[in-house]
């Protein structure tokens, strides 16, 4: 198909319309993706639809609830950012409810990243006689479950080294000049970030040291995140917020325990996605391990100095073996600045 056709223009109008509706699932869906879907006839959207969370109808479903009239469904077209379903879970087979409403054509974003499953809702449609297109606008479909795939195919979370810092990497204000390095408008887009994750996880020396609630705060009908401590032998505090407030019951202590094995018990657990938020041990044994996945670093215009540096652990043998950034991305918040990237590995 000829990439200036009107069929492939349109198509990846209408898959941009999906991606906007599997987006206003972010957050809430774990362990299931993020995924949208609209029902085109006619050159125009008829219904509209996304998977709200797990347990509860997928966005393909949604979508066919959402027609004025079921009929309108034969042989119309159905834009979706993942393959269709083919295997029984919480909920029935999509492509099955696909294949019954008649619908002429499926145009897909993203395959299927379970390798038991890729390819077997195409097959399956294919089959029925309904034309399959796939790979509009992959890579935005992709990312955009980029901890869901991480976590299917490796069975661990995706792990996100979150930190606030100063210009010469270190974590906090000299003693008693106050808690934050960063500015308020920096604080509220981490906050965004850790409404989008499963879990945040600490060290004990952190729980005791800044007694940090790691709730989302300012994000409207954000999911909580779990609290995750790692510990060693010494008790934790057990009057710490983390134990006392409202969201008590979604804190999890390990103890004497390495990172990467409380990491394989997160992802047995479904927890698909995890934001490393300290402090110096745990991010020195993260990156020693090669346990990180993506970086989210906020850092503020302020030369601190002090030993407490954002990064511990032994360190890189040569700037060879020093982990990189790929595609790294720079973003001015005020005075601040974010920098966001995939760690090469």
Same mark, same amino acid.
């Given at each position: ?141 992709t990312e955009l479950n980029a901890a869901f795939n ?44 850790? *409404?989008?994750?499963? +879990? ?5 020396? @952190?729980?005791?040291? /800044?007694?940090? =609630? %790691? $709730?989302? !705060? ?101 700037? *060879?073996?020093?982990? +990189? ?5 720079? @973003?001015?918040?005020? /005075?601040?600045? =974010? %920098? $966001?990237? !995939?760690?090469?590995?």
């Open positions: 198909m000829d990439d200036e056709s009107p069929l492939a223009i349109s198509d990846l109008r209408f898959m941009r319309a999906a991606l906007v509706e599997a987006r206003r699932g972010l957050g809430h869906t774990s362990p299931n993706p993020a995924v949208g879907a609209v029902i085109v006839r006619g050159g125009r959207i008829v219904a509209r639809g996304f998977h709200h969370a797990a347990g509860q109808p997928h966005a393909e479903i949604e979508a066919i609830h959402a027609l004025k009239n079921p009929a309108l469904a034969e042989g119309a077209t159905i834009y979706v950012t993942l393959e269709p379903c083919s295997t029984h879970g919480r909920t029935p087979p999509c492509v099955d409810a696909l294949i019954a409403a008649k619908f002429a054509r499926v145009v897909i974003g993203a395959i299927d990243p379970n390798p038991a499953h890729a390819g077997r809702g195409v097959k399956r449609l294919q089959r029925a006689g309904i034309a399959v297109t796939s790979g509009i606008l992959e890579a935005d479909c991480h976590w299917i195919v490796t069975g661990f979370p995706l792990v996100i080294a979150k930190a606030g810092m100063s210009l010469d990497g270190r974590l906090t204000r000299p003693p008693g000049e106050g808690q934050w390095l960063t500015s308020e408008a920096a604080r509220a887009d981490a906050h965004h970030l850790r *409404a989008q994750v499963d +879990a945040i996880l600490i060290g004990a020396g @952190t729980l005791r040291a /800044d007694n940090p =609630r %790691l $709730t989302v !705060r300012g994000v409207p009908d954000a999911r909580q995140p779990w609290r995750i401590v790692l510990a060693g032998e010494k008790p934790v505090p057990r009057k710490a917020h983390l134990f006392t407030d409202a969201h008590r019951a979604r804190t999890l202590v390990f103890r004497r325990q390495s990172l990467r094995a409380v990491l394989r018990e997160l992802g047995r657990r479904q927890i698909v996605s995890v934001l490393l938020e300290g402090g110096t041990r745990i991010f020195g044994e993260a990156f020693d391990r090669r346990l990180v996945d993506r970086v989210q670093f906020y850092v503020a215009p302020l030369l601190c100095g002090g030993p407490a540096v954002v990064v511990g652990g032994k360190g890189a043998g040569s700037t *060879a073996e020093s982990l +990189a950034l790929e595609n790294p991305v720079y @973003t001015p918040i005020g /005075d601040d600045l =974010r %920098l $966001t990237g !995939r760690v090469v590995r």
